[in-house]
């Protein structure tokens, strides 16, 4: 039982660059939401899932795209990196009911 | 929006002491959460808490839910070395919002 997995743990893009973020989850979990963290500012949330082949925008959700194919999976696109989105993300899984959130080891991204 | 005010931002304990930190809001809440984040990893669920007037330990860790629905703290009693790290507060209406952490640092 690994939990939640993010791929990769680090990643530098230049400007203008384009990535995907895999988040991988074995606990059923129907919601699944991507964060951000950035210091003094605590956790936001970018783009969330109550389950397979929905998304929703969360807080801070402009520059980003996400998809849910598999109930297991939920991926973050940044489509044309900027240095504003130099960040740490967390993928995280949940049972929706009790709202207990369980969190991936987090991605370090550096834009620069 | 909803906001949670958590504080303290930081605190600066000996070995041994007892820590107290909170979380207030205008708003009422169903269920608060605490977490703990050390570096280089995500935050780790402590206690959770679904009642109003809730009081759960967790070892050394004790929360409270608020009578108001407004509020949670959370107490660490005798700490230790590895208590350090980031402690987060987290609301839940529709939605889980989150504090901005408490960091914990234990003098040397």
């Known amino acids: 039982n690994a939990g939640v997995t993010q791929t990769p743990k680090f990643r530098v893009l230049k400007t203008g660059q384009s990535m995907t973020l895999l988040c991988a989850q074995d606990m059923n979990h129907e919601y699944m939401y991507w964060y951000r963290q950035d210091p003094g500012m605590g956790l936001r949330l970018i783009h969330y899932s109550v389950g397979e082949g929905t998304t929703a925008k969360g807080e801070v959700p402009d520059g980003y795209n996400v998809s849910r194919l598999k109930k297991q999976n939920f991926l973050l696109g940044l489509e044309s990196a900027a240095p504003s989105q130099t960040s740490v993300y967390f993928c995280v899984s949940g049972t929706g009911g009790r709202n207990e959130q369980f969190f991936g080891p987090g991605t370090r991204l550096t834009v620069l | 929006g909803q906001q949670l005010n958590q504080s303290p931002q930081s605190m600066f304990i000996q070995e041994g002491e007892d820590v107290s930190m909170n979380c207030t809001s205008s708003s009422i809440f169903n269920t608060w959460l605490w977490y703990k984040q050390e570096p280089g990893e995500g935050p780790v669920l402590l206690i959770a808490?679904?009642?109003a007037g809730e009081l759960t330990s967790n070892g050394r860790l004790t929360a409270q839910f608020g009578i108001t629905r407004k509020d949670s703290f959370l107490n660490i009693s005798a700490s230790i070395p590895s208590d350090v790290g980031i402690y987060f507060c987290a609301a839940l209406n529709y939605q889980l919002i989150w504090g901005a952490g408490t960091k914990l640092i234990i003098k040397p």
């Open positions: 808490l679904y009642k």
